[in-house]
């Protein structure tokens, strides 16, 4: 039994069919909003990743977990079988996203901010009146 495993749960989630799941122990980032042109392709709309320590993350999953890497910096992790987009991992990163809609609630994590809002798509506004960073998370 590992040190990790005497450690409280923090929060858990997967995918929508199941086939990958997660247990975190340890912190959760609050979630930030990423408008880069990379998030947008892929969540089809902008991105919303919470972050984590990538060494209180257990993944479950029965060999549908997924790596496409998305640019020469970063791989991001998605289902096999349903789809669903669930991490995003930057090289030499000391974090690990985690997509936010694959937190089961309560999440205990509120959004607040955006980034790389200069990427964001045409056919929408940021109106929240949270803050907004224009920095590259691709
Ligand atoms: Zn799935």
């Known amino acids: 039994m590992s040190e990790k495993e005497n450690m409280p749960v923090r929060a858990t ?18 979630v930030w909003a990423c408008h880069c042109y990379l998030c947008r ?10 972050a984590c320590d990538p ?5 479950v999953h029965n060999g549908k977990l997924r790596w496409y ?7 991001r992790g998605f289902c096999a079988k349903c789809g669903a987009q669930l991490f ?3 090289k ?9 809609s694959t937190l089961n609630e309560p999440t205990g994590v509120r ?6 809002v200069g990427q964001k798509g045409d056919y929408y506004e940021i109106t929240d009146g949270l803050p907004q960073e224009g920095g590259s998370m691709a």
């Open 55 to 59: 060494a209180d993350l257990e993944v």
């Open 69 to 75: 890497r998305s640019s020469p910096s970063a791989r």
């Open 92 to 100: 030499g990163s000391d974090h690990i996203s985690i997509a936010a």
């Open 111 to 116: 959004l607040v901010k955006h980034i790389c």
């Open 13 to 30: 989630g997967g995918c929508l069919c199941g086939s990958v799941r997660y247990v975190l122990r340890g912190p959760l980032r609050d």
């Open 41 to 50: 392709r892929l969540h089809s709309h902008h991105a919303a990743y919470a």
């Open 88 to 90: 995003w991992d930057g």
